[in-house]
């Protein structure tokens, strides 16, 4: 069936260190795929997002990479801040709908 | 106004009680959606709305009654659930179904006692 998958449940990370979280994609039919972070309490809030055309995208100190060829994509936060410790989702849309993967928890110590 | 808005934040409800879950947006989007997401887990999708038309239903329990009365409001009625509903709902809008810019509330978080 359709699935989309993290390689790493929680990722530890020091201050100031760049941060990569992964994910696993198994619908080829996909072809759009959105990250989100997600707080405590809150609702999952769009990071960076990637059209299947594209292999890399960049915004304010995060990287999407797409692989289409192994069905991976990753999202890179460069000098990675406490306030980015939250639980991150990759997601894709198939078929007309948004199906998120499992979630990697980032944990940033000083 | 870029926002979907969820009320209310916390639910408590029984077991008999019958409770209504809204979700508004202004953005113009004909897409809305519910999710309902457990702890740990990511969210799961439940219900989709094209153009204020039931879209998907994704073999949701009929406890779970969606409507969406106009383009910028969709309820979820809750009636006669279990504990194991104990979850937090989520609702999302898009300017289409399957399109891009999905725009989540903050969900509201219910508890079935």
């Known amino acids: 069936g359709e699935s989309v998958g993290l390689h790493l449940p929680t990722l530890s990370v020091q201050e100031g260190d760049n941060s990569i979280i992964n994910c696993a994609y198994s619908n080829s039919a996909s072809d759009y795929f959105i990250w989100y972070k997600q707080e405590s309490g809150k609702g999952p809030q769009f990071i960076i997002d990637i059209r299947s055309n594209m292999d890399k995208r960049q915004g304010q100190r995060v990287t999407v990479l797409l692989n289409k060829t192994v069905k991976h994509l990753s999202l890179q936060i460069a000098a990675t801040q406490p306030g980015d410790s939250a639980v991150y989702f990759c997601?894709?849309?198939?078929?007309?709908?948004?199906?998120f993967g499992t979630g990697t928890r980032l944990q940033v110590f000083p | 106004d870029t926002e979907v808005t969820q009320t209310p934040k916390h639910l408590v409800m029984g077991m008999t009680n019958k409770k209504s879950l809204k979700c508004e947006q202004h953005?113009?989007?004909?897409?809305m959606y519910w999710y309902k997401q457990k702890a740990k887990k990511p969210p799961e999708l439940m219900f989709v709305?094209?153009?204020?038309?039931?879209?998907i239903n994704e073999s949701v329990p009929s406890r779970f009654s969606p409507e969406c009365p106009n383009s910028s409001l969709l309820n979820l009625h809750l009636h006669a659930l279990q504990p194991e509903d104990s979850a937090l709902y989520l609702c999302?809008?898009?300017?289409?179904?399957?399109?891009?810019?999905?725009?989540f509330g903050s969900g509201t978080r219910l508890t079935v006692v």
């Open positions: 953005m113009g989007h004909r897409a």
């Open positions: 709305y094209s153009y204020e038309k039931l879209s």
């Open positions: 997601a894709e849309t198939a078929n007309d709908k948004l199906i």
């Open positions: 999302a809008s898009s300017q289409v179904q399957g399109s891009y810019g999905y725009t």
